[in-house]
Structures are given as C-alpha cells and as structure tokens.
C-alpha cells in the first residue's frame, strides 16, 4: 500500500485543526491547553486512507509564532503540504514564515486551502484568492492547486481529498535499502509496555526484535514493538508514522529530537559543512560567528554560524559555511535544516548539510571552497554511497579472487567456510551485515551460498581416479557391513594411495550429496540400508507404538551395537524417542 506524510501550515486560527478533523475524523488536540485555548501548542497526528487506497499520514503543526518551533519540528519528512488561509483574513505573518520554512525544508509539493469560506461572500473570496496569488509568486506554492473549503460546513471537502489524492500520487516511494532513519517527536510510556518513541521513518526499515541506537546518546536498544498507523505491525518502512516501542529503555533517557537508526558508530559532533540560504523573510543579514538557533530534524539547538567566503549573508544570498552545535545533534548528509535569530527569534533562513563530523575549516580559502563545491555537486551522500559501491566491488573482487584460490588449494571441498568468508572478508562490518551482502552476490549470481559454504557459480568438486577410489570403497564396504555398521576410520587406514585429508574431503561431499549418512560412533552406511531397516520395523511401531533393542535385533537379525546406532539415527531423524531407558524407543505418533 503506497503512504504519503502530509502537514498543514498556516496562521493561528486559520483552521488548521477543524481541517483535518474534517478530513479524518479526528481532533488532533490532545493536550488540556489546547482544548482550553482552543489554539494548537504542539504536534497532533491523525491517518486516513484516500479514496484509491492509499494511506495517509496528517501531521497538524502549531500556527502561533510562539510555537513556530514546534511546527518546524512536525515539518520534516512531509510528502506534501497544505498551506491553509482563511478566507475572513487572508494571508498573516505565520501564512509567509511557514511558507518559507516549507521552502527551505525542501518540501516543494503543496495544495493552497482557503478556509472559512463560509464567512466570505463570492466576491470576497475572488479578492482573497488574487492577495494568495500574488503573495506567493516567484515561490514553489505559485503553481499549486488552489481549494476553497469550509471546515465547519464540510464545502469543498471531498474536491480537496481528490487534489491530495492527485498530488500524492506523483509522490515517488521512499527509499527501503538506505539505513533507518526515525527523528523522535514524541515520546511516551504506556503501562504494561515502557517506552514509546514516535515519528516518521525518513529512509530504510524498522523490524520488531531489531537492534537499534539513539542519537545522539549512543544508546542501544532493542525494538519490542512497532505500530504502524495504530496497528501492530513486524516491520514499518521509509514514509510510514511509526511508534516504536523500546525494550529496557527509561523514558527519561529518550526526548524529542534524538534520532532511532540502525546505523552503529554515528558521529554527533564537531562542524556541520553547509550550505546556507538566506530565505528573505526577514531583512536582517546574518553575519559571521552568529549565535542561531538551529532546528535539525526533531531536534531544536543552538549553534555558531561560520561563513566561509563572506562576513554577511543578505536576503536571497546563499553561501558555504559550517555549523557549531553547542551540543551533539544526530544528522547525515542531504538533511535540510532551519536557522532561526537568537533573538528576537525569527525565521531568516536554512540550507542543506553537505558533511558531518567534519573539522574546522579556515575561512577565504580556496581549496576548502573548491571541497564544498564537490561536494554539493556531488553530494555527500552521493560520495559516500560511491565509496561503498568501490569497497563492494573491491570486496567482490577478492572473495572471487579468493574463491579460486581456494577451490585450486582444496579441489575436494564444495566450497570455503562460510564463517571463515565473514570472518576475512567482513570482520571490519556490524554483525549482519557480511550476510546481507553474501545474499545480494548469490541473487546477482556472483556466489552461491548454501550449507553454510560458500563457492563460485559452476564448481564442483574434482571427481578424478582418488576420488572414484574413496567412493567405491566407502559405498561397498556399507553394503558388506549391512547394519554391522563400519567405522569411517578403518576403511580409511586402508585407502594407502590416497592421502588422508583428500579422503576425508572426499567423504564430506558424499554425506553433503546423501550418497552416506554419518552415524555415532565415526561410523556410516547407505541412506537405502537405513530406509530398508525402518520400514522393517515401521509394522512393529504402528501396532504397538514402541520397541525394545531385542525386538529389533530378532527382527532386523543383526547385534546390539547396531541396532544402538540405527536407535540413535532414527531419534535424530524423530522417526522414535527415548522411553525410559536405553533399550526402549516409543513411536513419533506425528510419522506414523
């Protein structure tokens, strides 16, 4: 089922709220605040599912400026937008300052809502939906499909729900195969439960049982739960609202704006490489060493700002610069960020992370410009992604190169240890992550993998004269031997011309292949020997549901050592099980 994140912006009491509870069914309020107020202070979600089944994630975001943070906050990871006016007021300061904030985050796609319009008559709403016209020219909303709805009355609802459903569905899907990013917004205990982490899952995948860290923590912890929506689900994927429910996790170790992934080793600190837009929405420059207030993901810091090239950005300008957290703050390339005055605080402008972890670069130098220059065109994460995609086919290269080595080295083995490729070849990887690339090489056709081998596709085992010597040998020594079973040991003391790691190479492959079955005692036989023995005895368990050895001796006319080691495979195989002591075996009810 394809999922779309959408978010309202807009002035206070615009009717942000009463929209979506008109499009959903649900009252996003939830704290006793808001109902007394009647105002949203915080971040309230609600789903639904679009007429052509896709399913819908409503984020309702704060409109008063006092809580612009917060609306910042619930902003991040949105598919598409819904920038409500109200047709009694018109476009007001938080309609332009979210309307830049959604810029600067990125989020392009968006429907233009005018609501209330049941307070306005036609020629009012004319007169309003020219203002928004001419408001947002020259920005990403000048396009955008206009509505004119009324909350209250449910006018114009079920023509907004087709424009989001049009808009969601030019919406690509996410990316599954990158690591799993979640930025905590929420974060509650339910009783019986523990800790509950709440957001949206920008990238990758989430499973139940995983291993997980929060950042900038380092905290590891293990998923117990995960709803999708409300519903309990194995596995959430990028742009689903996911509540994650962590095991042996306090609730006071976890807050809003700390990021759950299952990436290990995540550097949180030292300079952020940017580059940073001055969005225009306020006329002051931002100047070098500024102290700014920084939103990134969920979470809300302040930070230095460095410009590299200049000592003021003005309106419009953008530039390279670093970021200074003045504390840890879990981010990755690609991630759009909000800078905000310290004071008064205002929204001036955001911009794109180009690195993370980086070191202090010096300011007017070419060579560090020219560096963020790549790296903006290339994009960081581009690079990073090219650099695994070499160490891959580096790593490739040499399993094969290995593999070959290996199989010219040992001709009589099917294939290499599969601990041992790990061990050699992705010892330097997070656990796990060795098997994933083992699977994806053996779907590509690279490799195959099986039995806990790991050999080059079209190889098999040298089957020459030594070879012919040690099968036939072992297969009629087990005819002669019948159930007086032979020991492995003794037939190889008398293979003279062949040495004895090639034998026992040889004999492996052959219990591989079910040409042998290895019983106790080093000892083997035919799998058609077995067969026959227990289809012997099978009458004798069907009517009397046990068996003594002397019953199976008498039957099968052979000693008590056989029939011991014929006991101990057929318990293997759970065709029989111990009854008391060692001479009796009760019949598996579920064979026979």
């Known amino acids: ?288 060493r500024m102290r700014m207030h920084l939103s990134l993901g969920t979470a809300r810091i302040l930070c230095r700002v460095l410009l590299l090239d200049r000592d003021a950005l003005l309106p419009g300008e953008s530039c390279f610069g670093q970021l200074l957290p003045e504390e840890p703050a879990a981010s990755r390339p690609g991630e759009r960020f909000i800078l905000r005055y310290y004071s008064p605080v205002e929204t001036v402008g955001g911009g ?36 695994e995609k070499n160490l891959e086919r580096e790593r490739l290269q040499s399993l094969t190169e290995f593999l070959k080595k290996y199989q010219e080295t040992y001709p009589y083995r099917q294939g290499a240890p599969k601990s041992e490729i790990l061990s050699r070849f992705f010892g330097d990887r997070k656990p796990g992550e060795g098997g994933k690339w083992l699977e994806t090489w053996m779907e590509e056709g690279q490799i195959v993998c099986r039995e806990n081998q790991v050999w080059l596709p079209g190889f098999s085992p040298k089957e020459d004269a030594a070879w012919r010597r040690v099968k036939e040998t072992l297969k009629e020594r087990a005819r002669e031997a019948g159930l007086n079973f032979p020991r492995y040991q003794d037939v190889k003391n008398g293979l003279k011309e062949v040495p004895s790691k090639t034998a026992d190479e040889i004999f492996q492959i052959l219990l591989r292949r079910g040409k042998l079955v290895r019983l106790e005692e080093d000892c083997f036989t035919l799998p058609e020997i077995l067969e026959g023995a227990v289809e012997t005895l099978r009458p004798l368990l069907e009517r009397e549901g046990k068996i003594t050895i002397i019953q199976a001796r008498d039957l099968l006319g052979t000693g008590r050592r056989g029939i011991r080691l014929l006991f101990g495979y057929t318990d293997s195989r759970k065709i029989t099980k111990k009854s008391g002591g060692e001479s009796v075996r009760e019949a598996n009810h579920d064979l026979f």
Request: one cysteine or more; proline letters at 3%.
């Open 352 to 387: 794109l992370i180009l690195n993370t972890g980086a070191v202090r670069r010096k300011r007017f130098c070419q060579r560090e410009l020219k560096e963020l220059e790549r790296l903006e065109q290339n994009g960081a994460e581009g690079e990073a992604r090219a650099r």
């Open 1 to 288: 089922m394809r999922s779309v994140i959408i978010g309202t912006a807009g002035h206070i009491d615009h009717g942000k709220t009463a929209l979506i509870k008109a499009l959903t069914g649900v009252d996003t309020d939830r704290l006793k605040e808001e109902k007394e107020r009647g105002i949203t202070t915080d971040l309230g979600f609600a789903g639904f599912v679009l007429p052509d089944g896709t399913r819908a994630g409503l984020i309702d975001v704060p409109g008063h400026e006092k809580f612009v943070g917060s609306m910042i906050t619930g902003a991040g990871g949105l598919d598409l937008a819904l920038l409500v006016i109200a047709a009694d007021e018109g476009v007001m300061p938080q309609t332009r300052e979210h309307r830049a904030i959604l810029e600067e985050l990125g989020i392009t796609r968006g429907i233009l809502v005018v609501n209330k319009c049941d307070l306005a008559d036609r020629r009012q709403l004319d007169l309003i939906k020219g203002e928004i016209r001419r408001e947002f020219r020259g920005t990403c909303f000048e396009k955008a499909p206009l509505a004119e709805v009324s909350a209250l009355t449910g006018q114009g609802i079920p023509q907004l729900l087709e424009m989001i459903q049009k808009a969601a569905a030019r919406i690509p899907e996410k990316e599954e195969k990158g690591a799993a990013w979640l930025p905590v917004d929420r974060v509650f205990t339910v009783r019986g439960f523990g800790t509950v982490v709440t957001g949206t899952l920008l990238s990758g995948q989430i499973r139940r049982g995983q291993e997980v860290t929060l950042y900038p923590s380092g905290l590891t912890c293990r998923v117990r739960g995960l709803q999708v929506y409300g519903e309990e689900t194995e596995i959430s994927r990028a742009g689903l609202r996911t509540a994650v429910n962590l095991a042996d996790v306090e609730r006071e170790q976890v807050r809003r704006g700390q990021v759950l992934t299952d990436t290990a080793g995540l550097n949180c600190g030292g300079p952020l490489d940017v580059k940073i837009h001055h969005s225009g929405y306020c006329s002051r420059p931002i100047t070098n």
